[in-house]
């Protein structure tokens, strides 16, 4: 069975300029999260989708942050304009029901000179 | 609101010797309790989680973990480290239905020969 896949794995731009990520979580896996993940520390939550939905969006910074989930299955985060703040990993993540095991993908680094 | 607590930012433990990773959580109910493992330029896999039942739990690669409810607990353990275990590992936690897994910000491993 396919892991989740992320693309792509690095991402180096200038600020201001935009940069999307993309996730294909696993097959039949309704609930799909984007995380943020700074150097030196754990995941945090950025958005969370339960099929095409977005449920929880709470700590999206909706300035310059975007994502959606086409037919509920794919996903694409987008930034712009890119801050040098925005530099961290990017983990996609998805789980076949509420509560249980995320199963994560190995993540987009993003660097912002 | 749940919270996590990784009071180790790091680890040093010689191989065959034996692990002890603390983990402290904040929440009304009983969580949802889970610990993962990242190696470097990986995602997550968990290791092991705790939903209810018996208070120790096995996981992959020889880990347990201890759900001590007195002490809003849930340590990671493994007898015998193996320099393969030299990774980050980050205790969540989610609420009781687990709409939102919250990650402590990790301690990391160090395996010396």
């Known amino acids: 069975e396919a892991g989740v896949v992320q693309s792509p794995r690095y991402k180096i731009i200038e600020k201001k300029q935009p940069v999307a990520f993309w996730c294909n979580p696993i097959s039949g896996h309704n609930t799909l999260y984007w995380y943020l993940q700074n150097l030196g520390q754990g995941p945090e939550l950025l958005i969370r989708y339960e099929n095409e939905e977005a449920v929880d969006d709470s700590q999206l910074p909706k300035d310059r942050f975007s994502a959606e989930r086409l037919k509920g299955v794919d996903s694409t985060l987008k930034i712009q304009p890119a801050e040098l703040g925005d530099s961290a990993v990017y983990l996609c993540?998805?789980?076949?029901?509420?509560?249980?095991?995320?199963?994560f993908g190995e993540g987009s680094r993003l660097t912002v000179l | 609101a749940q919270s996590v607590t990784q009071p180790d930012i790091h680890i040093t433990v010689s191989e065959g010797a034996s692990l002890e990773l603390r983990c402290n959580y904040s929440y009304g109910a009983t969580p949802y309790l889970f610990w993962y493992v990242q190696s470097p330029g990986q995602g997550l896999q968990l290791l092991l989680k705790y939903f209810s039942g018996d208070t120790l739990v096995q996981g992959i690669k020889g880990f347990e973990a201890e759900f001590k409810r007195s002490q809003s607990s849930f340590n990671l353990r493994k007898p015998s480290v193996h320099w393969s275990d030299a990774a980050e590992y980050f205790c969540a936690v989610a609420a009781t239905g687990g709409f939102k897994t919250i990650f402590g910000a990790g301690t990391r491993l160090f395996v010396k020969a």
């Open positions: 993540a998805s789980s076949p029901d509420r509560g249980g095991e995320l199963f």
